[in-house]
């Protein structure tokens, strides 16, 4: 459980319910004039009363308002769109989440190319996704991809030594498994790759500095959270407390 979680601090119940997307703090204000907020069965017709978020049961129109500070949502991210909060011609990530997901303004933590798909974790939780992200945390990466070439044991090695890209840069050490091949004109290969690291498309660079070329990519894990299988592309979820227990862990360095 996150500090946040914990409950024991007040806010203003106009603040607590404009947070949530109920609506304005105006707009509050006339709902509690109204009668319509409770607050421990309670009617609060005053708008600026201070409750505790996590503790007190609060109602608006007889509907409970489950209050959080964050939200932890998992993406099966389609192709075509981007790991960004904004631009100006193509379409981002958060242009797939539903009203009541946006309104809390998550980001994506990290970042996949605009043609790889999979697991992408967006959240408001700006502590989280520094410790995820921190180069010092190393948190490993899975991804399953379809490569041009004959990926061998020479490539499974040289990617445990660690590759150097056309920049001079020798990667940290990454697990090579071969899933399957394909024979024909073109060898395809199907291949899992966990690294710990995240250059700048590197998966695509590790492949072309063995002399392969990544036609599709898909990242399935991230630390010990996993792709739900049943996740439709471009469909969105918030994380179970299960998963949120695993993203945390590998926050401490798991």
Do not use: C, W
């Not at 308002?65 to 075509?80: A, D, I, Q, S």
């Not at 996949?112 to 990466?141: I, Q």
């Amino acid at each position: 459980m996150r500090a946040s979680d914990k409950g024991g601090k007040t806010q203003r119940i106009d603040k607590v319910l404009s947070h949530m997307g109920i609506g304005s703090r105006s707009d509050i204000r006339k709902q509690a004039k109204q009668g319509l907020i409770t607050v421990n069965g309670t009617v609060v017709k005053d708008s600026g009363v201070h409750v505790d978020p996590y503790r007190d049961n609060i109602e608006v129109n007889g509907e409970t308002v489950r209050y959080r500070e964050f939200v932890y949502l998992m993406m099966n991210k389609p192709p075509g769109v981007l790991s960004a909060t904004e631009d100006k011609r193509d379409r981002t990530v958060l242009d797939l989440l539903k009203p009541e997901y946006a309104q809390f303004e998550p980001f994506p933590v990290g970042r996949l190319d605009k043609d790889t798909v999979g697991l992408l974790l967006l959240t408001n939780d700006g502590k989280l996704a520094h410790e995820l992200l921190s180069p010092r945390k190393h948190v490993p990466k899975t991804y399953e991809a379809t490569v041009e070439g004959d990926v061998d044991a020479a490539d499974i090695a040289a990617f445990a030594a660690g590759v150097e890209l056309e920049d001079g840069y020798v990667t940290l050490p990454a697990q090579l498994t071969i899933l399957g091949r394909e024979r024909g004109s073109t060898t395809i290969s199907h291949i899992s790759l966990t690294i710990t690291e995240g250059k700048f498309h590197q998966v695509k660079r590790m492949f072309i500095a063995v002399g392969k070329k990544v036609t599709f990519l898909k990242r399935v894990s991230m630390g010990e959270l996993k792709l739900d299988d049943t996740l439709p592309l471009g469909a969105v979820r918030e994380l179970t407390a299960q998963e949120l227990e695993l993203l945390t862990g590998a926050d401490s360095g798991g």
